[in-house]
């Protein structure tokens, strides 16, 4: 093992790294290694199942029960061999030596526990104090975090603060106990995109002060690009490249980082023109929308307005962007427009017709519109068959025969690349991508004149995140229909929309084509959003990474 | 946290409200005039009419129904029909006896049965677990009154260690009580241990997988701090209400075991209530026994909070 | 799931036992009778409080009835009524909370407020109401047992139905044009019914003990027709000089209910969607 001269030796050395269930099974690691020097952050980069997640874990000795890393393993903390350590002497590293912070805020913390003893645990089990400083260095570090009130945070409950300030809270606790090397597990996938900077921000200052090194997961390269100086990048369970992110990044060696790296968003040809003179097929007018307040015992609670008075137009053709963190109120609009929610005023008109007056010209109106939701596994009936599944919107045409809505379902499969045999499959047994691709197939069977596109891409690997927005982009231009397009993620929204709404709190703050968004911002709102966007391009630039992925030979 | 409290008691209202009037209901479905029931088959038919003026049945039901809640609400549950004593005061003699035997029996039971189930399932798998998880399932299989009676054979008949039959109350008699006690309380705490340990290891098992737990193990805590500081007060809390239900509804179960037993308890006052058509003892038994787990609920509810902050929020 | 490695087999194993057990008893119960010829009634008083022997393979009763005519008879008459009482339970809890999920409101709420009166009624408390009312018979048990568990299919199937409205694919149901009755039979229902199923399979065992329980009491199964749980009453005063009057139809209970026990934690372990691979 050659060791860099010039550093005082790393602080954690991974070495031929092979984690697996019993040993007949394939490894979920494979020949792992890597060394993070003092204070130094070093990132693994995967998408789901490439292992990252264990071989983080490794390091703590916290694999789910049937893994183990194998007997050639070696994982050294300043020299020091963690695997051969007894329980007993484990327990002394962590917390005390290795902090880690996880990826779900809302179950990573105990929800019968106040905030103040959990804080406090760590730091009586590792470090000899009394009571009153370790109640002094709690609320000097909530402090520190920027926590409005310590003293009451530390009585309070975990359900009682927001994702983001749970992360916070995690961090800070962890922090606490100044450990050498910090395990950061995803550690802002679940939060929105401004939260997400914050929390990051957080960790990497708290983490310089106390000269920490940290180990970051993340399935983000442009997180990775902005804050970590090298990287691992894993693919099904092997390092396959490492070094310095900046040449990674720009000039990666190996196909699948390239594969990542062009899975990233780029800004797709049109976009530039305010395609709104294109005949308006949907008006959306003055729409307020509240949900029923809690219902208590013998009232209701006062209902909440999700939506004030949202006016936009999406014109025939055209992909509509709908922008905001969770709770802004875009989800909510995108679902009232298809006729899942019902505004409290205001007007949705499809091709002049008033969606909001019942009837059945509104009925066979309504059939025109469909919808695309996130999460692929709820969205699709976990007993039916595919096919049976796409064909299902085919058995309201009555003039159909089991035929003709066969051969339709077949030639809808070809379009959004499913190949036939998959067919007779369970939608469990089928890939995200698949399902995703299945949801769409069933939206678009009946040629629809429009279609609500509910982060249609969030619950994905970048690759596939990557397939499906160019499926649904060229679907659109096959087929002509308009979207609108909701998401929190700029990346994808980049990619696919003509223009952009930017909504928050229940209002559109901005509007306009998407060029003059991106590159333009005049709200405050949007400009945040932007800058709190990790958009690699604009750390790297697009040229470079393409540039030197064509010079480099794999 | 008031505001759940109070919002949780006035929910129990209409529930026992309902309760009541489906008992009342039933006694009224008896085929046959109650009057009659009550004079027996000699009465004159004077006086049939005067008794059922006097029981205000010759009024419209509802009324019936309006006036007989404002009695048991007063605590006037009648008077039993063989006897002619008032029923509440019998039922609160006869509660005492069953109370003493259910809550010896479902103390125990959980504080062999939680630890059991906890520990099952942090050994998931393991011989121990498969042990436990097992014998567990066959205390589930096992009806109570048949263990109550192979117990008495061979405790009680056979090797002649404990008296078979009577009982005596631990008031009078302490030692002979606790001996009366035992095999009633054996057969139920092994009854519903089974219960109670598959529960609680189900519920552990769903919390050991959740990643507080692996925070918790991340900060460097023990084993044994991870599962009894984190995992226990969190699974606890499903058992808890398990728990609850079991200690309510064996105050009706409890009737099977003490006719094994021979104890004078409520149940058996129901049971024999029924056999002697005597109604406004069942009426009695049912309307109480109903309460006291509508009651038990309404505590478990109430001290749930306690386990999981986050239902009174 | 390899993940799991070890529990999958024992699961198997578990659940084929209680398959086993089960089915051998619904057999008895259904062709005993047909196969072993003998009348669980006919009286012979050299064989009373026999043990087993020659012409009576289990013993004699007290009456020197055969014993085990009168548990395969027994079986007969557990399985009948706790299959039916499972089915009324089911199929009346099923259109009960399919309403009052389907309707909600004002139905939802009135249903349920019943449906929760009912439900605080502990234990065995409602049965007896029941049979105190109408006297024991078979057709009684059935219908104050069926009502007993009824609320808790409701509860179950309410609970899902519920769930399931919010889920994405009744609500692609909805938007695809499909009416609210489509929606529901096509995706709902069906959807419901794992669920009901691992209730349906616990709720066989309850039936089992209550009846068993009920006919202890003397409220239940009446005499002279056979039941595991009047013949456990009936032996009671002769424990001592023939124990196997005790021992032999508590055993036929404990045995089918374990069966029904280990059958119903495979079904749910296989129906759960964790496991599902």
């Not at chain 3, 349920?112 to 105190?132: S, T, V």
């Amino acid at each position: 093992m050659t060791e860099p001269s010039n550093a005082p030796g790393p602080l954690l050395s991974v070495r031929n790294l092979t984690v697996r269930p019993g040993n007949a099974l394939p490894p979920v690691v494979q020949d792992l290694s890597f060394d993070i020097a003092p204070g130094e952050m070093l990132a693994l980069v995967g998408e789901s199942g490439s292992g990252k997640t264990m071989a983080a874990r490794s390091v703590l000795r916290l694999l789910p029960a049937p893994l183990r890393p194998d007997a050639g393993s070696s994982i050294r903390l300043k020299g020091a061999e963690l695997l051969t350590l007894s329980d007993r002497e484990m327990c002394r590293v962590r917390g005390a030596r290795i902090g880690m912070v996880f990826q779900e805020p809302m179950v990573s913390l105990n929800p019968s526990m106040p905030i103040g003893r959990q804080m406090a645990e760590a730091l009586r089990l590792h470090q000899r104090l009394s009571a009153a400083e370790i109640r002094d260095r709690s609320l000097a570090m909530l402090e520190r975090i920027r926590i409005k009130d310590p003293a009451k945070c530390l009585a309070a409950w975990p359900h009682e603060f927001s994702g983001g300030m749970r992360q916070r809270i995690m961090l800070a606790s962890v922090m606490l106990l100044r450990p050498e090397l910090l395990i950061a597990d995803e550690p802002t996938t679940a939060l929105d995109t401004l939260v997400q900077r914050d929390v990051l921000d957080l960790m990497v200052e708290l983490t310089q002060e106390q000269g920490t090194g940290v180990l970051l997961i993340s399935h983000d390269l442009g997180m990775v690009a902005k804050y970590a100086p090298k990287v691992v990048v894993m693919q099904a369970g092997r390092a396959v490249e490492q070094g310095e992110s900046a040449r990674v990044l720009s000039a990666p060696a190996h196909a699948y980082t390239r594969s990542l790296i062009d899975a990233l968003p780029r800004r797709s040809a049109g976009g530039h023109r305010d395609r709104a003179e294109a005949p308006p097929l949907i008006r959306v007018e003055g729409v307020v929308i509240d949900y029923p307040g809690r219902e208590r015992l013998f009232r209701r609670d006062a209902p909440k307005r999700a939506v004030h008075g949202v006016d936009l137009t999406i014109g025939t053709g055209e992909t509509l962007a709908l922008v905001g963190a969770s709770g802004s109120g875009k989800t909510t609009l995108g679902r009232a427009i298809v006729g899942l929610v019902q505004p409290s005023a205001g007007a949705i008109r499809f091709e002049g017709h008033d969606l909001l007056q019942p009837g059945a010209q509104t009925a066979r109106l309504r059939q025109k519109m469909q919808i695309v939701f996130q999460d692929p596994y709820s969205s699709l009936d976990p007993r039916q068959r595919v096919d049976r599944v796409v064909a299902e919107p085919l058995l309201l045409d009555r003039g159909l025969s089991a035929g003709d809505r066969r051969d339709r379902v077949r030639q809808v499969f070809e379009e959004v690349g499913l190949p036939w045999v998959l067919a007779e499959r369970l939608p469990h047994q089928l890939s995200g991508g698949q399902r995703q691709r299945v949801a769409i197939a069933r939206a678009i069977v009946r040629n629809p004149a429009f279609v609500v596109a509910d982060e249609p891409v969030s619950a994905l690997d970048m690759t596939v995140q990557k397939q499906i927005l160019r499926l649904i982009r060229d679907l659109q231009a096959r087929h002509g229909f308009a979207c609108l397009f909701v998401s929190h993620d700029l990346g994808a929204v980049e990619q696919v929309a003509d223009r952009v709404a930017v909504m928050e709190n229940g209002r559109i703050v901005e509007m306009g084509a998407r060029d003059d968004i991106f590159d333009r911002p005049q709200h405050d709102y949007t400009r945040r959003l932007l800058d709190a966007a990790m958009l690699i391009d604009r750390s790297f630039g697009v040229g470079a990474a393409s540039a030197a992925g064509a010079g480099v030979p794999a | 946290m008031l505001k759940f409290l109070l919002t949780r008691i006035a929910s129990a209202v209409p529930t026992l409200l309902i309760v009541t009037a489906a008992i009342f209901a039933l006694m009224r479905m008896i085929p046959g005039d109650p009057a009659v029931l009550m004079l027996g088959d000699m009465a004159q038919p004077g006086q049939v009419e005067e008794l059922r003026q006097r029981m205000g049945l010759d009024q419209p039901l509802p009324i019936q129904f309006v006036t007989w809640l404002g009695k048991v609400l007063s605590g006037d549950f009648g008077q039993s029909i063989a006897t002619g004593e008032p029923v509440l005061p019998l039922i609160f003699e006869r509660f005492g006896v069953s109370a003493s035997v259910v809550l010896i029996a479902v103390v125990l039971a959980s504080v062999i049965a939680v630890p059991a189930g906890m520990i099952a399932a942090w050994r998931q798998n393991s011989l121990g677990d498969v042990a436990i998880v097992g014998t567990a399932t066959l205390m589930l299989s096992v009806p109570s009154f048949w263990l109550g009676l192979m117990l008495l054979t061979v405790f009680g008949l056979w090797l002649g260690w404990l008296p078979v039959v009577g009982y005596v109350s631990l008031a009078d008699d302490p030692t002979a009580g606790l001996l009366y006690l035992i095999m009633p309380v054996l057969t139920l705490v092994m009854v519903e241990a089974g219960a109670i340990t598959r529960m609680a290891r189900a519920s552990t098992i769903e919390v050991a997988r959740l990643e507080y737990i692996t925070h918790a193990r991340a900060k460097g805590l023990s084993e044994r701090a991870v599962m009894w500081r984190h995992a226990f007060r969190n699974a606890f809390a499903p058992t808890w209400t398990l728990i609850g239900l079991i200690l309510g509804s064996l105050l009706a179960n409890i009737a099977v075991t003490e006719t094994v037993f021979t104890i004078p308890g409520l149940g058996r006052m129901l049971i024999d209530g029924i056999f002697a058509r005597d109604y406004p003892v069942v009426q009695g038994c049912m309307l109480f026994i109903a309460f006291i787990y509508v009651a038990v609920n309404l505590l478990v509810d109430l001290i749930y909070p306690l386990l999981d902050p986050r239902v009174a929020a | 799931m390899s993940v799991l490695g070890l529990s999958l087999p024992r699961l198997r194993l578990n659940g084929l036992l209680g398959m086993g057990i089960l089915t051998t008893v619904v057999l008895v119960a259904i062709l005993g009778p047909v196969l072993v010829s003998g009348d669980p009634l006919a009286l012979d008083f050299r064989a009373r409080l026999m043990g087993p022997g020659p012409g009576h393979p289990l013993g004699g009763d007290e009456f020197g009835r055969d014993v085990m005519m009168r548990l395969i008879h027994g079986a007969r008459t557990s399985i009948w009524i706790a299959f039916f009482t499972t089915c009324f339970a089911i199929l009346s809890g099923l259109v009960v909370g399919i309403l009052a999920g389907f309707l909600r409101g004002w139905t939802d709420r009135v249903l349920m407020m019943f449906n929760d009166a009912l439900l605080a009624f502990p234990g065995l408390l409602l049965a007896l109401g029941f049979m105190a009312v109408f006297g024991a018979s078979r057709h009684g048990i059935i219908i104050a047992l069926g009502l007993a568990y009824m609320p808790a299919v409701v509860r179950v199937v309410r609970g899902t139905v519920l769930s399931l409205r919010e889920r994405e694919f009744v609500e692609a149901s909805r938007v695809m044009g499909n009416s609210e009755a489509v929606t529901m039979m096509r995706h709902i229902l069906p959807n419901c019914l794992a669920p009901v199923t691992v209730l349906a399979t616990t709720m066989f065992g309850w039936v089992i003990l209550a009846e068993s329980a009920l006919s202890f009491l003397g409220l239940g199964v009446p005499p002279p027709e056979p039941s595991w749980g009047n013949m456990l009453s009936t032996a009671r005063p002769y424990a001592a000089q023939a124990p196997h009057l005790i021992l032999l139809p508590g055993l036929c209970i404990s045995i089918t209910l374990l069966g029904v026990n280990m059958f119903g934690d495979a079904i749910r372990d296989w129906l759960d969607p964790k496991m599902q691979g």
